[in-house]
Each structure stands twice: as C-alpha cells, then as structure tokens.
C-alpha cells in the first residue's frame, strides 16, 4: 500500500508520498505555521516529518522535490534540511535528501528575483548539479547549456540528471516502486519564447501513476499551473494522443484553489474554466477522484487572494457526477482541528483515511503536560 | 448524492426529550461535533425506543465490493431498558445486500450487525465513541469486502434468530448453472429441540425416500439463476415463494403439487411436515456465471394441509378426496411458511481453510497403528484434512483404551480403524478420506492383497504401532516405494521420536533405529530416554511398550506435535531423527535433531551388515589417535537373526589393559563388563556385543592378517554359543573399514 499525505499548511504546500517499498518523497515543503500563535491551526509540519522518520528510523528523504522557488513552497527548508553547499546547513538533527528535483528555472533564474531563503535553495540546487549527483534537473536540456558552460562543464557531463518533459523520471518503475512520474512540465515552448522568467509557469508538474495489483491510481501534482499553462499542456498532451496521462484518480489542485487556474475571469459565483481545463476536470475524472485543495477554508465572502470561492464552487459542483470528493486541506477534517489528509492507494485505488484515533492512541502520542507536585507557593 | 432515504422510526423528538442515556450522549456528541466524521440529522422517539440519525462520513476506496457511498446515513435504535444491542439501520433505500446484516437481510431498512459480542460484553466497553468507531469501522471493511476477515467462521450463526436447519455441503456450492428446476430429496437425520427453538439435520435422501412412512415431506427446490438487484422481502406462505419464484420464470406450485400425488396416502405420511430448502443461483450480471447460492429454507404445513392449500385434495366430513381437476386457484396462500437459517456442513477445503491451510492435503497415507498416540495424530490430520488415510490395527477399542483413545465411549467394542474411520468421515462432508483394514501388519490373513495394494500405491506409510516388528518389516519387507516414518513415545511418555526415511530410502527405518540407540548412549540429553517407568514390571523387552499410567495430556501434546509435522514430512526430501522432550517441571518442550548418517549395506556370506559413517568416523578417529601403534576395541550393535543382518553401531574404545603396539593389538578387559552393561542399560537392551575392531598401521595392508584370522576363530567359537556371527572390522590407512564375519559354526 501507498500513502500520500497531505499537510494543512494554509495557502501552502507540502506532500509526502509513502511508496510500500519504504521510499519516502516529499513535494514541496512549507512550513509555515506561526508557534507564537495558538490560534494557528496550521500543521507543525517539522515536527510530523520528524516523527514519521523517526518511526521509519531514518532521517532522509529519497527524494524532495521543489515544484518552483516561491515561499509558499519552501519556506522553512533552510532550516530543515541539510544542504550540501554549506556548512552553516549541516548539522546532525538536519534531514537529508538523497536526491532533489528542481525545475530548470531553479537553476539559471535571476538570483534577485528570489527570496532569501529562496536563493539558498538555488545555491544547494546548483552546487549539486555542479557536483554531479544528488540532483534531477527538470528542463529542455539545451535551456542549461549556457548556464553550465559559464561554470565550466559540458552538457553531455550532466545529461543524466536532466529530465525533458513528456518523460519518465529515471529511478521510479511501476514494477520495482510500484510508481511511475510523468513530467508535464516544464516544457520547451514555454521556456524558449522570451526573455522573462514566470516561475509559476515554469513549475515542476508531474502525473504519478501508481499500479498496485495491475490496477493503476493516478496522482497529479499541479504545483501553481495557472490556466494558459493548462492550456498548452493539454494542446501537447493531445498532439501526442496521450490523453491517459491527463487522466487522474487524485488531483492536487493548483495554486490554492486560484480561478486563475480555472480561467482569466473569477466569474460572480463561480468561475467558467477554459475549454482545456474544462476536458482536464470534466472528462479525465476517474469514478470516485479526490480534488484537493491546499488552501485556507474556502471564504464566503469574494476575496482578491486564493482560496476563491468561485473556483471552489466549480470543483465542488464538479465532483458530483461521478462520486468524486472535494477536500481542503485546512477544513479536514473540520474547520477547527484539521489534520493531515491521509489518502491511501492500493488496488481497490484511493481512498481517503477517515478514521478516529482512540484516545489510548491519541494521548500515547504526545508528550503528556507536566504532572507533580510543582513550585511551592509562597 | 445518497439516497433517498426510507424515514427512521418513530417520531421527532428534541435530544432532551430521550430517555436513552446512550442515545442522549450520543446525539449531544454528534450535534456538539466532537465526534470526527459524523454529522447529526435528528432524533426522534417511540414506545419503547429512541432513535438518533446521523449522517457518516465513510473511509471507501475508488473501488468498492460492495457499494457502500462516501456519506450514509443511518438511524440507530435504543430501547429505552437498554437490554438489547442497539440496533443500526441504514436509511439509504438501495444499500447492499453485503455480508454481516441482522436477519431478514432482504429487510428495508437493512440492520447492520456491528457486534459479534454479546451486549453484555459490549456493554461494558460500550461509550459514543467506541460505536462511532465501530460503525465506521463495519462500513469501510464491507465497502472493501473484508468485513469477513479469514479468521472469523465461515457461517455465523446468530444467537436467538429462531429455528435451525444444517444442510449438506453440497446444497451450498452451485454445481452445474443449469440446474434450475432440479428437485432432490433430503432425509430429516435428527431434530433437537431445546426451549421451543429447534434444530433439524437434514441429509441427502439415497434411493427413493418413500418406501417407509416418512415424518417429513422435505426437499430442496433449485430455482432459476438470478442477477443482481435486491430481493423484495421473505415469503410467508407458499404462495408468496411461488409469486417470488415466477418471476424468475419457475413454477414451484407444481413441483410441490406433482410430489404431493405421488406420497402415500397413509395417515401417518399425510401428517408429514413439510421442509422446504429454496435454493437461488445468484450470478453478477444477467448473464454471468453462477457465482454462489442463496439457501433459504422453510418450515411449512403438515401434508394434509399443504395439498388443501395447493388444490390437489380436499378434506371434509368424509374424510379425504383428491380433486380432479386441481383447484388451480388455490396457491398457497393458506399454507404458511416459517423461515429457517441455514448452516452447512463443511467440505474437507473449508476444514483446510480453517485450519489456516490453503487446501486439502490429499496425499494417500496408509496409517499403521491405532492406539493411543495414532488414533490422536490420525484425528488432528483429519480435521486440518490432511491425508487420505488407510488405517491399519487389529485391536477393538476396549474400555481401558478410552483413558487416552481419541474415540469417545461410543466406539466401545468395535474395532479401532473402524470408529476411528466413521469419526473421520464425519467431519466433513464429501469423499470418504478414511478407510481401514482390520488386520496385523505383520500377519494380515486375508487382508494380505489389499493391505499390500495400498502400501504399493501410498505417498507415505505412518508407522504409529509401537513395535520394534512392526518397523523392521516394514523397513526390510513390505511393498511399496513410498517412504515410511514411525512415532512413538519413549517408555516414561515424556518423549516423542520421530526416525523419518529420505525420498529414495537410502536410509531406511531399520538403520534409523540403530542411530537413534547410538544417540541415546552418547547423548547427555537423552541419558534417561528410555528409562523404564517406575517400578513397572518387565514383562517384555520392547522399549517402545509404553507405561501403562500416563497422563492423556501428554500423549495429546506429542500427538499435536507429530500431527503438525505430517504436511512437512510428505514434503521434505531427507532422512530425519528427532526427538521432542517435554519436561515434567515446566512443560517445555524441546526437539533434539540428529543428523541421519549414510547407510553401508555389506554382504558378508549370507549375512549383511549395516553400519553407518558415524561408525566409521568414530572408528578412523580412534585409529588415527594411536597411531603409529595399532588400537582397537568392542562393537556394539543388533542382531537381526530372522533376516540375517547384524547391525553395528558403536564401539567400546580400547580398555586400559589392552596392549597397543605398531605391530599388534590385544584388546584388554578392564572395565569393559561394565561398560558393555551400562550400554545395554541406556539403550533398554537394544545395544549389545556384536564384535571386535583393530586399526592396521600405514602402510599395511587392509587383508586380515594370520593373527587376525585367528581372532576371528576365537570369535565364532565364542558367538557359536549364542548361535549369532561375530563381526570383526579392521581400519586401515583411509575411510572404508574391512568387515569379516565369524560364521556360525553349526551352520558350517
């Protein structure tokens, strides 16, 4: 059995993919919970990280992937995770990553477009890909050539941590991991047109096939992919009559439930997507699918920043015809407790763990509050 | 989207207004929403009940067995005395038919059934959580189709559901899908009967059941297979079975009315019951094969009354009169059905399952002894269906045998392979897996042809007689290719022995036995193995004559022991000794494994003698010690004068007094009287003097000298007078030793 595991972070990402082999994978890590405030019902997404490798005896990551360099996606990583580029970043509670996944905008974009700790991020990317190992590089491999020559090395000499788009990602098989990645994006047409670099457009987007007992669930990992994305992926995907790979069991939704990701108009009540997300939503659903959304509770009233309840009101509206679920991470499972959502993938596909923790279980699992006969009063 | 929804019972109430405490708690957590994934709908009241509705969030995979929806709701009942479990009704009109729902299972609502325990059980643990927990749990398992997990029993009988009928296995499978309107008549085999609810046994009916007045006009009725879709609701009298039936395009009116013509007419058979077994082949689709069957069995009227209903006879003041024509009108809606639930008997597959076993094991085991220990390890097989078993005894069970026989007091008086058999084949239904023959092994009289036709064709031969005989003949002189393995239990019972041959039978039991004796005198472990029981008398020399007083515990564990080991044995390829020793203090049991050597088989004259490489690497060893000088000493081992085989297994090394030299060597006497006694104490007389040994220096050749031959003479003068031969062994440079015999001189 799989797990994929997503954390209620706000208007943030992380997820954690559990293959039955024991490898662990980590899309995204944003840890942005405020400790200061009790009133933050956010995750401590250190702390559950930390006491899943701890229950696995282990203190790496196979694999952390970052989708793209905005903070909702890696803040709190320099802190986290051992980095290899320097020292300051090492340490012996640090959390190793065998291998991280960038896409290419991760290594050749402005350092001053970044946020700081978006900049260590970049400078770890690039020093391993600079070492040779310990990096996947997700680009047209022509877009780094320039970027590797001015550090003195060649293409062919990093071929192989480079991975297009339209291919699978070398390492994951569905008969060893019992998983295969599809890389959507980033994709060449986008990135060799111009001079300017979007990083939400030029995000890691991935379809995860699982196949469990010849039955396959399939897994998108959408990071920010705004409409026109959709669009192009959806005019590729369909030039090469491969509309499986568009298909899907689980769907991470983009950008926190953003209409852009629908289409250019928030709509009043609820936002009209583009024909391409249209055929994406309405026809590549599986009986039974789960939308997810990593967001903040849908609002009631209109808001300029996601989640809009306009985009939700779509997805809702949209799960029904085929008994799909419509779940936001920071409402699961309600609005005032939510909890990671657990989705576990065997042959009978997904499902959504809903389930009671006893309270023996609950109460062994923490820390119990000081007991005794404390301070003597004066 | 769910539903619709049927209403629950009962009418609307506030939460306040309950008198169930655990349905007031429940219904306040859930509208407090302190219980995760579930949400409340309403309360409501009636006579004798409350009634809390809730809507719950269910775990479901993307691919169900059963279609079991992401929300359900469901109503749960609590009776106001709090006696009963409370009841769980799921509202949704189309839920499924699954597996583990409260009888009638074609009810709408369905009544889920949560709880295997008893309520007082439950009741104890019971609080709002604990059901939330437990309902869920029920709805994830069933939507996955793993409610019925593999350990739980096949078939669940439920506690004070009315009467109960148990059919034969073979009304429980489908057999051919074309069945449909196949009639076969059963026989009532008992009925018990304890506080008004009633138990039938029903059997297959052999030839024609008419012949005497029957009590019971019973038979079962194979309907036309049926496709999904949920079956509206019990019949209570014959009529609604035949509307139901019709449907599916079957006519069981006139079934019923052309049987009922041809019963006797007799008063006794007219005041028959009936008992109706409907059979429904169910398939997935319309279409499909048939996948199981639906049993639904009925209790209805007496003849008389069945063929008044049916319109095939009239009864009136004058008695009795057939109507011609039938009253085609009359359908029986006036003859009343009463529901049984149904539990069959169990195939040897199910007895396997439940044994944790993926499938009968039906190798051919012919079963050689049938007292104590065989008759326990026989029935252990037979339940976990392992073996398809000749057995072999010729001894009645007496009433002393049923301290410790696996046959109860019943088989008293017949013979042991027979009740051991009749108890065999009635756990299951099915083949026969369990014949015997009445007959010793070793002089079977009449049995002679097919005794030997099944140790012929047998995968393995269970020796359980406890007799040294019974082993050597069948080692050295009975037919069949199959390997053979003997249990038997040390004198004192406290040890269990196991001598398994290999799959070629390179080492065979006899040569087993003689290894085993070797390790009962080397082995510190087995220093008191064949002690004989306190202050028993010896009447014989067997040391496999087991005391008379032992505790029947004892002979069970080694039993269940030799039983587990049967599966393993048929399979393993290699020679095995073992030995279980179960201590008196502390009940451990532990296993001793001794590593069987390689046989030499030798003919000398018209003599052989066996021997093993444990015996030639004791013997090169001590040669090669005293080396350059000469050594030697005594051999221990068995005769077998009946078959002419000596078999030598150890020795007595060299005495003090002997004289070693590179030249020569005279065996000396110091101590060896007593050890050569202390030998045939430890192995209870199995280990006696057999003959001499010497080790020849390098470079000499392995031939007898003159010196040795004269040894040789000394010895057959000596071994004359038991009328046995001598061996004599020389070791020389290398591993092979060179046997002489000293004939017996009479022979001469």
């Known amino acids: 059995m799989h797990t994929v595991t997503v954390f209620p972070l706000g208007n943030a990402d992380c997820c954690r993919l559990d293959l039955a082999g024991g490898q662990k994978i980590l899309v995204d890590y944003a840890n942005t919970r405020n400790a200061d405030d009790p009133s933050d019902r956010r995750v401590d997404l250190e702390k559950e990280l930390r006491a899943d490798l701890k229950a696995a005896k282990r203190d790496s990551f196979d694999v952390v992937a970052f989708t793209h360099l905005d903070t909702d996606h890696f803040c709190g990583s320099s802190e986290f995770f051992e980095l290899r580029h320097a020292a300051k970043y090492q340490g012996k509670d640090r959390i190793k990553i065998t291998e991280m996944w960038v896409p290419a905008a991760a290594i050749y974009e402005d350092r001053s477009d970044l946020a700081e700790e978006g900049r260590v991020i970049q400078a770890e990317a690039r020093h391993r890909l600079k070492q040779g190992e310990g990096i996947r590089v997700f680009s047209r491999p022509a877009k780094l050539e320039a970027w590797l020559n001015a550090q003195g090395l060649t293409l062919q000499s990093r071929m192989h941590l480079i991975t297009d788009a339209g291919q699978l990602v070398p390492g994951f098989s569905r008969s060893e991991q019992g998983v295969e990645f599809f890389v959507h994006s980033p994709f060449a047409s986008r990135q060799d047109d111009g001079t300017f670099v979007d990083r939400n457009t030029c995000s890691l987007v991935m379809q995860a096939v699982f196949e469990v007992l010849g039955r396959e669930t399939k897994v998108i990992l959408a990071a920010d992919t705004t409409h026109d994305v959709w669009t192009e992926i959806v005019r590729i995907t369909k030039f090469h009559k491969r509309p499986e790979r568009l298909e899907w069991d689980v769907f991470k939704l983009p950008h926190h439930c953003s209409y852009l990701s629908l289409g250019p108009e928030k709509g009043k009540e609820k936002t009209q997507p583009v024909d391409a997300v249209r055929w994406i939503m309405e026809e590549q659903d599986q009986l039974g699918a789960t939308l997810v959304s990593t967001s903040d509770p849908i609002p009631t009233e209109d808001t300029d920043l996601p989640p809009h309840r306009q985009a939700a009101k779509y997805y809702r509206d949209n799960r029904g015809a085929r008994g799909g679920t419509f779940v936001v991470t920071m409402e699961h499972p309600k609005v005032s407790a939510p909890e990671p959502l657990v989705i576990t993938i065997d042959h009978r596909k997904a499902t959504i763990r809903k389930r009671a923790t006893a309270a023996s279980v609950a109460v062994t699992s923490v820390v119990a509050p000081r007991a005794g006969a404390g301070r003597r009063r004066s | 989207m769910s539903g619709p929804y049927v209403n629950a019972p009962g009418e609307a109430a506030t939460i306040d207004s309950l008198r169930s405490a655990k349905g007031r708690d429940l219904a306040e957590r859930v509208a407090r929403g302190s219980l995760p994934y579930v949400s409340f709908v309403e309360t409501r009241t009636a006579v004798d009940a409350d009634v809390v509705v809730l809507d719950v969030e269910t775990e479901v995979p993307q691919v169900r067995e059963h279609d079991i929806r992401p929300v359900e709701r469901v109503a749960v009942w609590f009776d106001h005395l709090d006696a009963r479990t409370p009841e769980v009704l799921a509202l949704r009109e189309d839920f499924p038919a699954t597996a583990h729902l409260n009888p009638p299972v074609e009810a709408i609502p369905k009544s889920l059934c949560l709880f295997e325990e008893e309520y007082a059980e439950v009741r104890r643990r019971w609080t709002s959580a604990f059901f939330i927990r437990r309902l869920q749990e029920w709805l994830r398992l069933t939507a996955r189709g793993e409610l019925h997990a593999d350990d739980q029993p096949l078939e669940q009988v439920l506690a004070g559901t009315g009467d109960q009928v148990i059919l034969p296995h073979a009304l429980s499978v489908p057999g051919s899908a074309t069945d449909a309107g196949q009639v076969v008549r059963l026989r009532v085999a008992g009925i018990d009967e304890h506080r008004a609810r009633c138990l039938i046994q029903v059997d297959l009916a052999s030839g024609d059941g008419t012949s005497r007045t029957p009590d019971w006009f019973s038979l079962s009725f194979t309907s036309s297979p049926r496709g999904p879709g949920p079956i509206a609701s019990t019949p209570r009298t014959i009529g609604d079975l035949h509307t139901f039936l019709a449907a599916g395009g079957d006519d069981v009116v006139d079934v019923l009315r052309r049987l009922l013509l041809e019963w006797p007419r007799e008063a006794a058979a007219l005041a028959a019951r009936l008992l109706l077994i409907v059979r429904i082949p169910k398939r997935r689709s319309d279409t499909g094969d048939v996948e199981r069957v639906e049993t639904w069995a009925f209790l209805g009227p007496s003849v008389l009354d069945a063929g008044v209903a049916l319109g095939v006879w009239e009864t009136g003041p004058r008695g009795f009169a057939l109507m011609v024509p039938m009253a085609d009108e009359r359908r029986g809606h006036d003859a009343p059905l009463t529901g049984l639930s149904v539990v069959f008997r169990i195939s040897r597959h199910e007895a396997a399952f439940l044994n944790g076993r993926e499938r009968p094991d039906d190798r051919r085991i012919v079963g050689i002894g049938a007292g104590a220990l065989g008759s326990q390890v026989i029935l252990n097989a ?367």
């Open chain 2, 382 to 748: 037979a339940r976990a269906a392992v073996g398809q078993w000749t057995l072999v005894d010729r001894d009645r069970l007496l009433p002393h045998n049923l301290a410790r026989h696996a046959v109860a007091g019943f088989g008293t008086g017949h013979h042991k392979v027979n009740v051991l058999a009749f108890a065999g084949n009635g756990l299951t239904d099915g083949q026969p897996a369990f014949e015997s023959i009445i007959a010793d092994v070793l002089n079977p009289g009449p049995e002679r042809e097919r005794l030997e036709e099944r140790l012929g064709n047998a995968d393995l031969i269970l020796d359980m007689a406890a007799s040294i005989p019974v082993s050597r003949h069948l080692a050295q002189d009975a037919p069949g290719a199959a390997k053979r393995v003997s249990f038997f239990l040390n004198p004192v019972g406290s040890d269990l022995v196991m001598l398994a041959e290999d799959g070629r039978r390179e080492i065979r039991l006899d040569a087993l036995e003689m290894q085993y004796y070797r390790a009962v005198l080397r082995d510190a472990r087995l220093r008191d193995h064949l002690r004989a029981p306190d202050g028993r008398m010896r009447y014989g020399t067997s040391c496999r004559d087991v005391s008379a007083r032992l505790p029947q515990a004892q002979v069970a564990l080694h039993a269940a022991i030799a039983a587990r080991r049967l599966p393993v044995l048929a399979d393993q390829d290699d020679a095995a000794i073992r030995i279980w020793q179960a201590s008196e203090r502390t009940d451990d049991v532990v296993a001793l494994d001794l590593a069987p050597r390689r046989v030499t088989r030798q003919a000398v004259g018209d003599w052989t003698v066996v021997y093993d490489d444990g015996l030639v690497e004791t013997i090169v060893g001590l040669r090669h010690a005293r080396l350059p000088n000469e050594t030697g000493g005594v051999l221990l081992g068995a005769f077998d004068v009946e078959r002419r085989i000596v078999y030598v297994v150890d020795t007595i090394s060299s005495p003090l007094d002997s004289q070693e030299r590179t030249t020569l060597y005279i065996r000396g006497v110091e101590g060896l009287h007593e050890r050569l006694k202390d030998a045939q104490k430890r192995t209870f007389g199995q280990l006696e003097y057999v003959g001499e040994w010497h080790s020849h220096p390098d470079g000499c050749p392995c031939m007898p000298s003159r010196d040795d031959l004269t040894v040789l003479s000394w010895l057959s003068s000596h071994m004359d007078a038991d009328g046995v031969p001598g061996v004599m062994m020389i070791a020389c440079r290398g591993a092979a030793l060179t046997v002489l015999l000293a004939e017996v001189l009479a022979h001469r």
